[in-house]
């Protein structure tokens, strides 16, 4: 089975501090994207980063960086200089295909606290 | 474009009674995907589609569920008779196949 982890279910961090998220996954994916999506109050499913798997540089966008170790299936979300704005449960999705499809597997979620 | 667009946001039901959640993809998206999301599960997949036809219904919990998808800018998840336990916020979200998706708003469903 396709399984993603993260390991943190909990993470604060002080305003305008970096904080590191982690998650591993298991995919027998040659190609493949991996994505961090972001879950405020509101509810609403936010795409943070993706990265595509071929590609030897960490994708970055804007505050948001990732460090992808593709041989040790890692994939850890960096935030740089903490905002309010970034408190919200925060979910690490690896993809596994079925009939061509790639259908996406989350893990369990780090709800990150951000304390003013 | 307006996004992936679920409805109704919220919907409270009484147990035995027959819940339609909608949802309308991104034009040109050729996949569609039901998500529930509950404390205790997380994300869980139900069922997709690829370009209109039910691909992998192998999450859908019992017979209680069903799902349909009967043009490219539609579909819906059906649960009838509901029962409390089905209570969750159920996401729909569509693709191109690859690199991504984009999810609608969710609909929280409470069975009492």
């Known amino acids: 089975a396709q399984t993603v982890t993260q390991s943190q279910p909990e993470m604060s961090v002080q305003e305008a501090e970096t904080v590191t998220l982690s998650c591993t996954y298991d995919?027998?994916?040659?190609?493949?994207?991996l994505f961090w999506y972001k879950q405020p109050p509101s509810r609403q499913m936010i795409l943070v980063i993706r990265?595509?798997?071929?590609?030897?540089q960490n994708a970055t966008e804007n505050r948001f960086s990732v460090n992808f170790q593709k041989a040790a299936k890692s994939f850890s979300l960096k935030i740089s200089d903490s905002q309010l704005g970034d408190a919200a449960m925060y979910f690490c999705?690896?993809?596994?295909?079925?009939?061509?499809?790639?259908?996406?597997?989350f893990g369990q979620g780090t709800r990150l606290t951000i304390n003013p | 474009d307006a996004g992936v667009i679920q409805s109704p946001r919220h919907e409270v039901t009484e147990m035995g009674q027959e819940v339609t959640l909608r949802c309308k993809p991104i034009?040109?998206?050729?996949?569609l995907f039901w998500y529930r999301q509950t404390m205790m599960r997380g994300l869980e997949l139900l069922i997709y589609f690829n370009n209109n036809v039910p691909i992998d219904d192998s999450g859908m919990p019992e017979d209680r569920f069903s799902a349909k998808m009967p043009n490219a800018s539609f579909s819906t998840l059906k649960i009838q008779p509901s029962e409390p336990r089905d209570s969750a916020v159920y996401f729909c979200a569509s693709s191109t196949g690859a690199g991504g998706y984009t999810f609608g708003s969710g609909t929280r469903l409470t069975v009492v």
């Open positions: 999705a690896s993809p596994h295909s079925i009939q061509g499809a790639q259908k996406l597997v």
């Open positions: 990265q595509e798997a071929y590609k030897q």
């Open positions: 034009s040109g998206h050729d996949y």
């Open positions: 995919t027998s994916e040659s190609d493949y994207y």
